[in-house]
C-alpha cells in the first residue's frame, strides 16, 4: 500500500473516532431496534388483517349488490356497474397488499427465498381468509346495524339503478318496495326495455332494474329478474330481530 | 486487551457496545481498505468513495445495537457501505457517469499487489479490466465474487438478492464480458 493511501485511509478511521469520541455520534439504544421490530411485525400483520377484512367487505358486496349482474343487460348496465362495484375497497385492499409486500421485503426471508413466492403467498392468503370471513356470515349480522351501514354500503336504490321486491303488477308498471330505504317506487318499462329473462313478473319477486328517475318514477331500460336475491333489512340500532320491511 | 486482534468481528462488536466504544477503532481498521475498495468499484471516484465508507461506518455505530451478533458482520458492514455507495451514485448520477471514462484506473492497479494469492489472478485482472462496460446491477455481484472473494451467500446476505440471483447475474456478467472477447 502506498504511503498516500495509508495516510487517506488513516483519515477515515481519525475522522470517524473523532466524531465517536465527540460524542457528535451515538449508538441507538437495543431498545430502539426491539421496538422498531414489533412495529414492523405489527405493521405486517395489520396489513394482511386488513387486507384480508377488506377483501371479505369485497366479496360481502359482490355477493349482495351484485354489480356483474347489471353487465348483462351490455352497454346501458356499465355505469349501474361502475356505481356498484366496491371500487374504494378494492384499491384500499390492494394498498394494504402492497405495504404488507414493502414490509416483507425488510426481512431476509424476502431475499432468501422467491420473493414473488411470498408475494403471491400473500395475496392468496388474504383472498382465502378474507372468503373464509365472509363465509361465516359475520357481514350479514355486522350489516343490519346502522352504523355499520355505510361501510356495507347496503343502499338498494341508485341514480340509474334499483333492486327491490314487486308488491303490485300493473300493465307494462311494477311497484316495488326497496329493502333498505322501504320506498315505494314505481316502475314503468315499455317495448324497448331489455327484459333478458322476460316480463312474467310476479308479486313477491325481487328484481334489478336500470334506467332513468322521471319525478317519482322510474323508468326502466332493463329488468333483470332472473335469480336476484335481495339483502335482509337492517335492524334499528339496538333492536335483536330484523324488521320485515313488507309491514 | 492484546489479544483483540484475534477476536472475531461478532466478538468485538458485542465488546464495542457493552464495554469500550474505542474498540470500533480495530473494526474500522479490518475494514476501511476492504469497503473502499469495493465502493472504489462501484463509484469510481475516489471522494465520493471516501465519503461513502466513512458514513457507511458511522451509520454502522449507530445501529451495532441492532447488529445481530448471529449473523456474520462483514456482511453487514459491505451491505451498509453497499448502500451509501449507491445512494451517492444516484444523487450523482449525471456526475458520476461522466467520471466513467477517466475513472481511477491507477487506484486499480495500484490494489492489484493485495490479491497476489488468488487462483485465477488473470480472470481477476480481466473482470477489473472491463468492470466499467458493466451495468451496476452486475457490477455489483462480479466485483464481490471475483475481487472481494466472497461467497455466493455472502453477497446474497450484501445485496439482499436470492443466491439463484446471484448467479444468474454473475452468469451474465461474463457473457457480457464474453461478448466483448475478453475472456
Redesign the interface.
Known amino acids: 500500500?502506498?504511503k498516500t493511501?495509508d495516510q487517506?485511509?488513516k483519515?477515515?478511521?481519525t475522522?470517524?473516532?473523532k466524531?465517536?469520541d465527540k460524542k457528535e455520534?451515538?449508538?441507538?439504544?437495543?431498545i430502539?431496534?426491539v421496538i422498531?421490530s414489533l412495529l414492523l411485525s405489527f405493521g405486517l400483520f395489520l396489513s394482511i388483517a386488513l387486507a384480508s377484512f377488506l377483501i371479505n367487505l369485497i366479496s360481502f358486496r359482490l355477493r349482495i349488490h351484485a354489480p356483474f349482474q347489471y353487465l348483462r343487460f351490455g352497454k346501458p348496465g356499465y355505469l349501474p356497474f361502475l356505481h356498484v362495484f366496491p371500487w374504494s375497497m378494492l384499491i384500499l385492499a390492494i394498498a394494504s397488499i402492497i405495504i404488507g409486500i414493502v414490509i416483507i421485503r425488510k426481512y431476509?426471508i424476502?431475499?432468501?427465498?422467491?420473493?414473488w413466492g411470498i408475494a403471491i403467498g400473500l395475496i392468496v392468503f388474504a383472498i382465502i381468509f378474507g372468503l373464509v370471513i365472509d363465509k361465516t356470515g359475520i357481514n350479514e349480522r355486522a350489516s343490519k346495524f346502522p352504523p355499520m351501514r355505510e361501510m356495507y354500503h347496503r343502499e338498494s336504490v341508485g341514480p340509474d339503478w334499483l333492486a327491490g321486491k314487486i308488491i303490485q303488477v300493473s300493465e307494462r308498471q311494477l311497484t316495488l318496495l326497496t329493502p333498505f330505504e322501504k320506498k315505494t317506487v314505481i316502475v314503468k318499462w315499455d317495448e324497448d326495455t331489455l327484459l333478458p329473462f322476460g316480463s312474467e313478473f310476479q308479486e313477491g319477486q325481487e328484481i334489478r332494474i336500470i334506467g332513468n328517475w322521471q319525478e317519482e318514477e322510474f323508468v326502466a331500460k332493463g329488468i333483470d329478474a332472473s335469480n336476484v336475491k335481495l339483502p335482509a333489512p337492517p335492524v334499528p340500532f339496538g333492536r335483536n330481530r330484523p324488521i320485515d320491511f313488507e309491514r | 486487551m492484546e489479544n483483540i486482534e484475534k477476536l472475531s468481528d461478532e466478538k468485538l462488536v458485542e465488546l464495542v457496545?457493552t464495554k469500550d466504544?474505542?474498540l470500533?477503532?480495530e473494526i474500522?481498521?479490518r475494514y476501511?481498505?476492504k469497503l473502499?475498495r469495493y465502493v472504489l468499484y462501484l463509484i469510481k471516484n475516489?471522494q465520493k468513495a471516501?465519503d461513502a465508507?466513512?458514513n457507511a461506518?458511522?451509520r454502522a455505530?449507530?445501529?451495532?445495537?441492532?447488529f445481530n451478533t448471529k449473523q456474520k458482520f462483514s456482511s453487514w458492514i459491505y451491505r451498509i457501505a453497499h448502500n451509501e455507495a449507491i445512494n451517492i451514485i444516484k444523487k450523482n448520477k449525471r456526475e458520476i457517469l461522466l467520471d466513467k471514462d477517466g475513472w481511477d484506473r491507477h487506484q486499480l492497479l495500484?490494489d492489484r499487489h493485495i490479491h497476489k494469492q488468488v487462483s485465477d489472478q488473470e480472470t481477476k485482472e480481466q473482470v477489473k479490466k472491463y468492470l466499467s462496460i458493466l451495468p451496476l446491477k452486475y457490477r455489483e455481484p462480479i466485483t464481490l465474487f471475483y475481487l472481494e472473494e466472497k461467497s455466493y451467500k455472502e453477497i446474497?446476505?450484501i445485496l439482499?438478492?436470492?443466491v439463484g440471483?446471484i448467479g444468474a447475474r454473475i452468469n451474465r456478467a461474463k457473457k457480457i464480458i464474453q461478448k466483448n472477447n475478453i475472456f
Open positions: 500500500m502506498t493511501k487517506k485511509n483519515k477515515i478511521l475522522e470517524v473516532m466524531e465517536i455520534i451515538k449508538m441507538k439504544p437495543r430502539f431496534f422498531s431476509d424476502s431475499y432468501k427465498k422467491s420473493f | 457496545c466504544q474505542e470500533y477503532a474500522v481498521k476501511q481498505n473502499l475516489r471516501e465508507v466513512q461506518f458511522i455505530f449507530i445501529n451495532l445495537m441492532g495500484e446474497s446476505d439482499r438478492i436470492s440471483g
